[in-house]
Structure formats: structure tokens, C-alpha cells
């Protein structure tokens, strides 16, 4: 009778066990799970001996933000750049920044100009001065400046140069100043070209909306033929006559450049009604200048500092809904498997950023990341610091290639209308090779006083 009792009580307890068995089974081959088995603590912002490993020998490595006003961003992306200079012998780092206004921190790190690492920074961006005017990248180009100083003679120094596209004044005035030193005559002839603009007040908009009703106004022609006399040699250049300063004459045909690329802009915007032709001419522009860059200084190993929607394959977000391409998407495809890309996510905490275009920046609250986005899901890790490299698990790849909301925050950042303004939808696994996580992340600090 005893062993009739006990028997099915055995029979019933060894299902349960197997149940549970199955079931803990089932719980680690979850995504989440197999997530949180892969990804890479980071012990500080300086922790990233695994992410140079994972870079190898890539030749571009482009490192994102989720959000420009980041103080763990820069941090971050400052050690990667810093271990990739010394370890890897990267030469080259680009910025989203103007061209004229980077190169003035450029003359700073080559020790070229009498200017302080405060006063470079003072007019790196004059419209949003924290960009690039903040005590992470005044220590950065300090440190940058006795490096290149203490590196042997005949070695080629770390450059520093912006691809953006908004210095259409002072690209303008800086084309017309070179031209002055090589010919009174080639100047006046720039000056004159350039003048088509005076009759719009120097506006951009108002010179796109009335040549869209009147494409007899456009510059058109007058900012490719200044730019073709710069590239087909038409001046004295570098190539043909020794005398010719190679820098000098580079940096005013990058000028050049922005005048070519600022009008196609500005007048594709108004004749189609169409932000994304604007916001396409914009990233080939920069594209155009990284690769005149790095040709100018014998294709360097080279470092891209952007945001996100720059950097990450605009092919794996909803901006291909909208036929809209980014640098990170023409970099792949011209360049291919040298190319590395890592995107950096926040999930909450403060952030600089301003109200609107052309306000004073302020400290503001980011609000914790939507309940659908990727910076959710990467906070339910409950990990506060790490990365995780993409392509290692097809299974992991399929889940996280998986429709999501991500943030964008630039340098307006406006949490009343976030969704409208600050979300984008993505496919995660196919948008960049490594994703840094920060939980909670704090606002970046301003230089209070750079006179």
C-alpha cells in the first residue's frame, strides 16, 4: 500500500521538477538573457581595452551620441580617441563642426597659432559655444597639443578638421582673404562671384525662396566656377608650383567647398519644399570633406566624431522610409569593411541643451527613455555602464533588429513634445557594430569664461 502512495507522489514531483527544468531552460535562451550573457561591463569611462581589441585594424572608426550635451559622451569618445592615437596610430579626427571654426583647434593641436586651447574653443561654434567650448574637449586638445610636441621628428601630427556645413559667412570671406595674398585680381573676381548673394542680404532662406520662383537668381554657377578654379588649378596650386603653400591652398578650397555645398543645400530645400534633399546635401558635403581630408594627408587612420543620426546606417532606420541617407550609410558603402561604427545610448539623467534654436543653453531633465525604445530595453539589463558588440549572434541580432524606438537629442531638446521631436525608429543590430550603454548620464559642463 506504501509504495502505491509514494509511487505516483514521485511520478508527480519528477514532472514538476521537469517543468522546471524546461522552463529555466527556456528563461536562458530568451533574448534577454543571451543579451544580458553578452554584453561588456564597463568599469569607467576610460574602460575600453576591449573596444580598441574589437576595432583591430579598421581604418575609419566613427564614434556617436545619442545626445550632444552629454558629459559621459564626450568623456567616452575622448579615452577611445586618445588609446586610438597612441595604440593604433590613428592620425585623423573629424568633427561635426564647421570647417573655418575646427580649424582653428586644428592650428591650436599643431602648435601653429598663439591662441590659447580657451580662446580656439571661444569661436569653434559661435552659435552653440558648448558644442565644442566645455571642459572635456578644452582637456582633450591640451593633451592633443603635447602629444603632437613630443612626437618624433618627421612623424605626421594628429589633425583635427570639421565636415559641417554652416559657415557659409565666414567660408565666404576667408575664400576671398587667400585669394588677396596670391592675386589682387583673383580676389576681386571671387568677391564679385560671392556678391550674387548681396541681394538676398547674405539670408539663405530668402536667397532659396526667391530663386525658387525665380531660378534666374540662382548662384548656382558663380559658387561651382570659384570652386572649379580651386580644383582644376586655375590658380597657382600646390601641384604645379612649389612656392604654393599645400595647407594654405587646402584650407581655402575646403572653404570653397562649403560655399559649393551651402547653396545646393539651401536652394534644394525651397525649389522641392523638401528637408530631406537639404538634409542629404548636408551629409555628402560631409563625406566630400572627410575624403578631401584624408587624401590632403595621405589617407590617415581616421576618427569621426558625430552624432548618432550621422554615424549609424541611415539604411537601418526610418529615415530610408523617407529617402533620407546619412554619412554613416556613404562611408559603408565606399569604404565597406574598413569602416567601424559606435553608437552611444542614455537612458535617462541631464543633458545641455537649449529650448530652441538660437536660445541660451541650460541644464535640463532627460526624461527616462520611452517604454518601446532600445534605452529601455538596454535598462532592463540593470547594468549601469557597458557595450555590446553586434554580428556575434544571429539570434541576438533578429531580436534586437527588432522595430524600436530610439532618441535623438541635439542641440535643442525639447521633453514637452519628445516623441514628435526626439524619436526616431531603428533596427539596432544593423545600425552600427557596438553600442556603449549608459544608464544614467549627466549634462556636460560649459566653459564659463573663454576670453
Given at each position: 500500500?506504501?509504495?502505491?502512495?509514494?509511487?505516483?507522489?514521485?511520478?508527480?514531483?519528477?514532472?514538476?521538477?521537469?517543468?522546471?527544468?524546461?522552463?529555466?531552460?527556456?528563461?536562458?535562451?530568451?533574448?534577454?538573457?543571451?543579451?544580458?550573457?553578452?554584453?561588456?561591463?564597463?568599469?569607467?569611462?576610460?574602460?575600453?581595452?576591449?573596444?580598441?581589441?574589437?576595432?583591430?585594424?579598421?581604418?575609419?572608426?566613427?564614434?556617436?551620441?545619442?545626445?550632444?550635451?552629454?558629459?559621459?559622451?564626450?568623456?567616452?569618445?575622448?579615452?577611445?580617441?586618445?588609446?586610438?592615437?597612441?595604440?593604433?596610430?590613428?592620425?585623423?579626427?573629424?568633427?561635426?563642426?564647421?570647417?573655418?571654426?575646427?580649424?582653428?583647434?586644428?592650428?591650436?593641436?599643431?602648435?601653429?597659432?598663439?591662441?590659447?586651447?580657451?580662446?580656439?574653443?571661444?569661436?569653434?561654434?559661435?552659435?552653440?559655444?558648448?558644442?565644442?567650448?566645455?571642459?572635456?574637449?578644452?582637456?582633450?586638445?591640451?593633451?592633443?597639443?603635447?602629444?603632437?610636441?613630443?612626437?618624433?621628428?618627421?612623424?605626421?601630427?594628429?589633425?583635427?578638421?570639421?565636415?559641417?556645413?554652416?559657415?557659409?559667412?565666414?567660408?565666404k570671406d576667408l575664400v576671398v582673404d587667400y585669394l588677396q595674398m596670391l592675386?589682387?585680381?583673383?580676389?576681386?573676381?571671387?568677391?564679385?562671384?560671392?556678391?550674387?548673394?548681396?541681394?538676398?542680404?547674405?539670408?539663405?532662406?530668402?536667397?532659396?525662396?526667391?530663386?525658387?520662383?525665380?531660378?534666374?537668381?540662382?548662384?548656382?554657377?558663380?559658387?561651382?566656377?570659384?570652386?572649379?578654379?580651386?580644383?582644376?588649378?586655375?590658380?597657382?596650386?600646390?601641384?604645379?608650383?612649389?612656392?604654393?603653400?599645400?595647407?594654405?591652398?587646402?584650407?581655402?578650397?575646403?572653404?570653397?567647398?562649403?560655399?559649393?555645398?551651402?547653396?545646393?543645400?539651401?536652394?534644394?530645400?525651397?525649389?522641392?519644399?523638401?528637408?530631406?534633399?537639404?538634409?542629404?546635401?548636408?551629409?555628402?558635403?560631409?563625406?566630400?570633406?572627410?575624403?578631401?581630408?584624408?587624401?590632403?594627408?595621405?589617407?590617415?587612420?581616421?576618427?569621426?566624431?558625430?552624432?548618432?543620426?550621422?554615424?549609424?546606417?541611415?539604411?537601418?532606420?526610418?529615415?530610408?522610409?523617407?529617402?533620407?541617407?546619412?554619412?554613416?550609410?556613404?562611408?559603408?558603402?565606399?569604404?565597406?569593411?574598413?569602416?567601424?561604427?559606435?553608437?552611444?545610448?542614455?537612458?535617462?539623467?541631464?543633458?545641455?541643451?537649449?529650448?530652441?534654436?538660437?536660445?541660451?543653453?541650460?541644464?535640463?531633465?532627460?526624461?527616462?527613455?520611452?517604454?518601446?525604445?532600445?534605452?529601455?530595453?538596454?535598462?532592463?539589463?540593470?547594468?549601469?555602464?557597458?557595450?555590446?558588440?553586434?554580428?556575434?549572434?544571429?539570434?541576438?541580432?533578429?531580436?534586437?533588429?527588432?522595430?524600436?524606438?530610439?532618441?535623438?537629442?541635439?542641440?535643442?531638446?525639447?521633453?514637452?513634445?519628445?516623441?514628435?521631436?526626439?524619436?526616431?525608429?531603428?533596427?539596432?543590430?544593423?545600425?552600427?557594430?557596438?553600442?556603449?550603454?549608459?544608464?544614467?548620464?549627466?549634462?556636460?559642463?560649459?566653459?564659463?569664461?573663454?576670453?
Open positions: 500500500m506504501k509504495l502505491k502512495l509514494i509511487l505516483p507522489l514521485f511520478i508527480a514531483l519528477s514532472v514538476v521538477m521537469d517543468v522546471k527544468q524546461s522552463l529555466y531552460a527556456s528563461e536562458r535562451q530568451s533574448p534577454m538573457h543571451l543579451l544580458s550573457e553578452s554584453i561588456v561591463p564597463l568599469n569607467s569611462l576610460n574602460d575600453n581595452k576591449d573596444i580598441i581589441k574589437n576595432i583591430a585594424a579598421k581604418q575609419i572608426v566613427m564614434i556617436g551620441d545619442s545626445t550632444h550635451g552629454t558629459h559621459e559622451f564626450y568623456q567616452q569618445r575622448i579615452n577611445i580617441t586618445k588609446q586610438l592615437i597612441q595604440q593604433k596610430k590613428f592620425k585623423l579626427i573629424v568633427l561635426e563642426g564647421d570647417w573655418p571654426n575646427v580649424y582653428s583647434i586644428n592650428q591650436y593641436v599643431q602648435s601653429l597659432t598663439d591662441l590659447t586651447a580657451m580662446q580656439v574653443l571661444n569661436i569653434s561654434n559661435p552659435g552653440a559655444s558648448w558644442l565644442w567650448g566645455n571642459f572635456e574637449v578644452l582637456n582633450f586638445i591640451v593633451w592633443l597639443k603635447s602629444y603632437n610636441e613630443q612626437l618624433p621628428e618627421g612623424e605626421q601630427k594628429v589633425s583635427i578638421h570639421g565636415i559641417d556645413i554652416y559657415s557659409f559667412h565666414r567660408s592675386s589682387a585680381q583673383a580676389a576681386q573676381q571671387a568677391y564679385q562671384r560671392y556678391q550674387c548673394f548681396d541681394s538676398f542680404n547674405n539670408d539663405l532662406h530668402r536667397y532659396g525662396k526667391q530663386v525658387r520662383q525665380n531660378p534666374e537668381l540662382s548662384c548656382e554657377k558663380e559658387v561651382l566656377e570659384q570652386y572649379w578654379d580651386f580644383s582644376t588649378c586655375r590658380y597657382p596650386c600646390p601641384q604645379q608650383n612649389s612656392f604654393i603653400d599645400k595647407e594654405s591652398f587646402f584650407y581655402a578650397m575646403q572653404n570653397a567647398r562649403v560655399m559649393k555645398n551651402t547653396e545646393k543645400s539651401f536652394r534644394l530645400q525651397y525649389k522641392f519644399d523638401n528637408d530631406t534633399l537639404s538634409w542629404n546635401q548636408r551629409d555628402r558635403h560631409m563625406l566630400e570633406s572627410l575624403v578631401a581630408s584624408m587624401e590632403f594627408l595621405n589617407y590617415p587612420k581616421t576618427i569621426v566624431w558625430a552624432h548618432n543620426s550621422h554615424i549609424g546606417d541611415a539604411r537601418a532606420t526610418d529615415m530610408m522610409e523617407r529617402q533620407q541617407l546619412n554619412l554613416g550609410q556613404l562611408l559603408r558603402q565606399q569604404f565597406g569593411e574598413q569602416v567601424y561604427s559606435i553608437g552611444m545610448l542614455t537612458y535617462a539623467g541631464s543633458v545641455m541643451a537649449a529650448d530652441d534654436w538660437g536660445l541660451p543653453n541650460k541644464i535640463k531633465k532627460l526624461l527616462p527613455a520611452h517604454p518601446d525604445s532600445n534605452e529601455f530595453l538596454l535598462h532592463q539589463l540593470s547594468m549601469p555602464h557597458f557595450v555590446f558588440y553586434f554580428h556575434q549572434s544571429p539570434p541576438l541580432d533578429r531580436f534586437l533588429n527588432q522595430t524600436r524606438l530610439q532618441r535623438h537629442v541635439g542641440v535643442v531638446y525639447r521633453p514637452d513634445d519628445e516623441m514628435e521631436s526626439h524619436y526616431t525608429y531603428t533596427h539596432l543590430s544593423s545600425q552600427f557594430d557596438a553600442i556603449i550603454f549608459i544608464d544614467y548620464s549627466n549634462a556636460v559642463m560649459p566653459l564659463k569664461n573663454t576670453h
